[in-house]
């Protein structure tokens, strides 16, 4: 089948298996991307980027695909950059889930669970995450995401030549400090929101203790809505400035083990 492809497309078989094992890492990577993996996004369109990028990518890491051995099976050399294109995708699409979890401990927290829980996601979710995640993920696409994903899958070649086996410990132990990290990161971002609360719970409980008689949970309830939406507004910019910091040191060194 390769060396039919070659023929047709006017190259030589060892360099269509390059630039197919590169597209095989490439879509990986895509299928994860903020903006360009979106479910929201048609196949299509998604195809396309992934296209795009490989003819990008391709000739970067042409020198050192050309020392692939040819003796080994092609399908295993796919399966391999397969799974290095999803440690790639993986790193940065936990950035954007830390933002959707940003956004869900903010609505549990401040009492916004329930208000227009859907829409910028697939999966239901509260406002203030829709908000952040489609704030972010367009954030991310006018800062130059693509260019600084090429950068990165151009540099994984450094890391992880074409061939070279995933270590599954050290898979392990990145896969988990990465995780680790993301959820570190959702609870920073949504720290103002859960001192905001504490806070008003507090006084809350602290008049209801000097007044039982008062309906303290009817004032309460409109006082922490409008703190929450005044408080999203003026957080969200440094928020936002924060995570995209964060995306650029992903995308800078996505196979960096974060501490």
Do not use: C
Not at 38 to 47: D, F, K, N, S, Y
Not at 182 to 195: D, E, Q, S, Y
Request: proline share 7%; charged share 10%; no cysteine.
């Amino acid at each position: 089948m390769i060396e039919g492809l070659a023929g047709v497309l006017d190259l030589t078989e060892a360099g269509l298996a390059v630039v197919v094992l590169v597209f095989v890492r490439v879509g990986a990577v895509a299928a994860l991307l903020p903006g360009f993996g979106e479910q929201m996004i048609p196949a299509r369109v998604r195809l396309a980027a992934a296209i795009a990028l490989t003819m990008v990518v391709a000739p970067m890491v042409a020198p050192e695909a050309a020392a692939v051995d040819p003796a080994r099976p092609f399908f295993l050399l796919m399966l391999i950059e397969a799974g290095a294109g999803l440690l790639l995708g993986i790193a940065v699409r936990l950035l954007v889930l830390a933002l959707q979890l940003a956004g869900s401990i903010a609505s549990q927290s401040t009492a916004l669970a329930q208000i227009f829980g859907a829409g910028a996601t697939p999966d239901p979710m509260p406002a203030v995450g829709n908000l952040l995640a489609l704030a972010g993920i367009t954030l991310a696409v006018v800062a130059d995401l693509h260019v600084k994903a090429t950068l990165a899958i151009a540099g994984s070649y450094d890391v992880l030549p074409i061939g070279a086996a995933l270590p599954a410990a050290d898979v392990l132990a990145w896969g988990a400090a990465r995780v680790a990290s993301a959820f570190a990161l959702g609870f920073t971002l949504a720290a103002p929101f859960v001192i905001a609360a504490f806070a008003y719970n507090l006084a809350l409980g602290a008049i209801n203790k000097a007044m039982p008689q008062l309906m303290v949970s009817f004032i309460g309830a409109p006082a922490i809505t409008a703190g929450a939406i005044l408080l999203l507004l003026l957080a969200s910019p440094l928020i936002l400035t924060h995570w995209r910091g964060e995306l650029d040191a992903t995308l800078a060194a996505p196979l960096a083990t974060p501490r």
